[in-house]
T-cell receptor
């Protein structure tokens, strides 16, 4: 079954600094990969997804992620952090119409 | 833009009571899901539903749980006899025919006392 590992349960950056949230996956078939963001007391919002097209995927709010098959990774980046980016970020993997498996989440803190 | 909606947003119940959580998926979607998130933990898959039947379920989805699509729009999760450990945020999601992206509702926060 597919699975996801997110390295680092907490990441803290300064405003304007690079954001890098790590995600590694395991899947028996070519996966679909997703990043979701969860703001406090809210639901899950799709940031971006990889579904076997371009390996560099651009999402909302200036985030992007690169699918690297050789490294089984799908790390999320943003060149310059903003205070409003503070949230919980979840990487997820799916094998099509099956269930989606989520990572444990990474809480991003942005310091002024 | 179409959205998945869920009601109620919050529910408090006594242990042993039955609860029904309701979801209205995006109208042309074909695949439906329930997930839960215990406070401070990761999102966990409960069940997927397609063509009016369960297509997959996790070990969490025991006999206390059931799902139904009673009409063309609603998708419900019933917990027959709630336990304290059922306290969590429950998310509904739906996906269209291309089987790419699941869209999540805002969740129902269930508190079992």
């Amino acid at each position: 079954a597919q699975s996801v590992t997110q390295l680092g349960s907490h990441v803290s950056v300064s405003e304007g600094a690079l954001v890098l949230l790590r995600c590694n996956y395991s899947s028996s078939v070519p996966p679909y990969l997703f990043w979701y963001v969860q703001y406090p007391n809210q639901g899950l919002q799709l940031l971006l997804k990889y579904t076997s097209a371009a390996t560099l995927v651009k999402g909302i709010n200036g985030f992007e992620a690169e699918f690297k098959k050789s490294e089984t990774s799908f790390h999320l980046t943003k060149p310059s952090a903003h205070m409003r980016d503070a949230a919980e970020y979840f990487c997820a993997v799916s094998e099509g119409n099956n269930d989606m498996r989520f990572g444990a989440g990474t809480r991003l803190t942005v310091k002024p | 833009e179409p959205e998945v909606t869920q009601t109620p947003s919050h529910q408090v119940t006594q242990m042993g009571q039955e609860v029904i959580l309701r979801c209205v998926p995006i109208s042309n979607h074909l695949y439906f899901y329930w997930y839960r998130q215990i406070l401070g933990q990761k999102v966990e898959f409960l069940v997927s539903f397609y063509n009016n039947e369960i297509s997959e379920k996790s070990e969490i989805f025991d006999d206390q749980f059931s799902v139904e699509r009673p009409d063309g729009s609603n998708f419900t999760l019933k917990i027959r006899s709630t336990k304290l450990e059922d306290s969590a945020m429950y998310f509904c999601a739906s996906m269209d025919y291309n089987q790419e992206t699941q869209y999540f509702g805002p969740g129902t926060r269930l508190l079992v006392l």
